[in-house]
């Protein structure tokens, strides 16, 4: 019930492409999800978080996308940049509790 | 502000031995977390902390891990006697509330033990 699925588990992209992690869960009492960016040798950073009154939200080139009745969200990542390279890891919580976090994806945007 | 500060960034030890690992959490944050990271298991929680009082500390491997915060300003998570399967990053995080805002975490301190 806590458990939050991430996949791929790595993920390969060239510059100009678009990235796409998933994530999947079960509780429906979760109502926060956000994203964090990891890059080597320092700790995760939040990216972007949505709450489930919305389908969708955009910063940037970076887009998360809500499907409440699949229990599924996602990250897009427009116009894929090397610098983008790091590994990113879904979370979600229920309200007024802990994040559980999904178990990441290991990205590499090719030059 | 600097930030949460994790020391020390590295330790290598030997089976046996106690470890102690710190964190300062960012000032005016209520909530402090200790997490470690693998690359088998992920991100996991071991134990969070409001106002100083530990909340939830189901994620504790085992007795061998103590944790305390003895003021808004610090906290120790312990490892007595450390083991070579303890061996990972851990992080600490602080927020305000509870997922009301971000999470900020230090840069970790990656434990080797040999």
């Known amino acids: 019930q806590q458990q939050v699925k991430q996949s791929p588990q790595s993920l390969i992209v060239q510059k100009g492409g678009i990235s796409i992690i998933n994530c999947a869960y079960e509780n429906t009492a979760f109502d926060y999800f956000p994203w964090y960016q990891q890059f080597p040798g320092k700790g995760p950073a939040l990216l972007i978080a949505?709450?489930?009154?919305?389908s969708e939200k955009k910063e940037g080139r970076f887009t998360i996308s809500f499907n409440k009745s699949a229990k599924q969200f996602s990250l897009h990542i427009m116009d894929s940049q090397p610098g983008d390279s790091a590994t990113y890891f879904c979370a979600a919580a229920p309200r007024a509790r802990q994040l559980t976090f999904g178990s990441g994806t290991q990205l590499t945007v090719l030059p | 502000d600097a930030g949460v500060i994790q020391s020390p960034r590295h330790e290598v030890t030997e089976m046996g031995q106690e470890v102690t690992l710190r964190c300062k959490p960012i000032s005016g944050h209520d909530y402090l977390f200790w997490y470690r990271q693998t690359m088998m298991r992920g991100l996991e929680l071991l134990i969070y902390f409001n106002n100083n009082v530990p909340i939830d500390d189901s994620g504790m491997p085992e007795d061998r891990f103590s944790a305390k915060m003895p003021n808004a300003s610090f906290s120790t998570l312990k490892i007595q006697p450390s083991e070579p399967r303890d061996s990972a990053v851990y992080f600490c995080a602080s927020s305000v509330g509870l997922n009301t805002g971000e999470l900020f975490f230090g840069e970790g301190s990656r434990l080797t033990v040999l």
């Open positions: 949505i709450r489930p009154d919305v």
